[in-house]
């Protein structure tokens, strides 16, 4: 599977915006970009995913670079709410089906 | 739509025991998967089903680990003769048959003692 690096963390203050770096330079032409977070005691939840074109949805926006070597999640106003451990992951077909590697993940810290 | 219920939420063991957690998924949702998350790290990936199949099987499990989805409903995860190392959160996902999205259970906290 191809590898994403992440920042180990990040800092926001409440009400500012937050991007989140996300560099996945070995992506295959058919890797879908996956963004999950986790918060505390929390199973991860399902925050967004693209292939080449940017997303939005009522959580955040996906802005993804146009040689797809590395993207990056918005959160326009972050709320304290948002800490989290936000995961970006690469989903190929395989034969897991739709089996998520994960890995270590950027911590955020959101302050009031 | 009441979302992944794993059951239990927390399990203290001493070693050497066995120990079963179930997954119940969204309703007719066909595919399953499990994961094991120790702390500071991301999930990693155990097994997966769809529908009754289990179709692949991590190296991280073990022949102590077996799951088990009878009726491709409900799942079980069992692992016999815990060891300290087996300590970590179990997690159990389901996913439906056109969505991208996977969602996770809140998971079982194995302790073995």
């Known amino acids: 599977d191809a590898k994403t690096t992440q920042p180990n963390s990040m800092e926001s203050n409440e009400e500012e915006p937050v991007h989140l770096p996300c560099n996945h330079s070995?992506?295959?032409?058919?890797?879908?970009i996956h963004w999950y977070r986790q918060l505390p005691s929390q199973g991860p939840e399902y925050v967004i995913h693209g292939l080449t074109s940017n997303v939005n949805n009522r959580m955040a926006s996906l802005a993804i670079a146009e040689d797809r070597k590395s993207s990056t999640l918005i959160l326009h106003r972050a709320t304290l709410r948002d800490a989290a451990v936000y995961y970006c992951i690469l989903r190929g077909y395989s034969n897991s089906g739709y089996a998520l590697n994960f890995g270590k993940g950027t911590s955020l810290l959101v302050t009031p | 739509d009441t979302g992944v219920s794993q059951d239990p939420r927390h399990k203290i063991t001493k070693r050497g025991q066995n120990v079963t957690f179930r997954c119940d998924p969204i309703s007719e949702h066909n595919r399953l998967y499990w994961y094991r998350q120790t702390l500071g790290q991301g999930p990693e990936f155990l097994t997966y089903f769809q529908n009754e199949a289990q179709l692949e099987k991590s190296r991280l499990l073990s022949d102590r680990f077996s799951a088990e989805r009878p009726k491709g409903s409900f799942s079980t995860l069992e692992i016999q003769r815990t060891e300290q190392g087996d300590s970590a959160m179990y997690l159990c996902?389901?996913?439906?048959?056109?969505?991208?999205?996977?969602?996770f259970g809140s998971g079982t906290q194995l302790s073995v003692l």
């Open positions: 070995t992506i295959s032409g058919t890797d879908y």
């Open positions: 996902a389901s996913q439906g048959r056109v969505d991208e999205k996977l969602f």
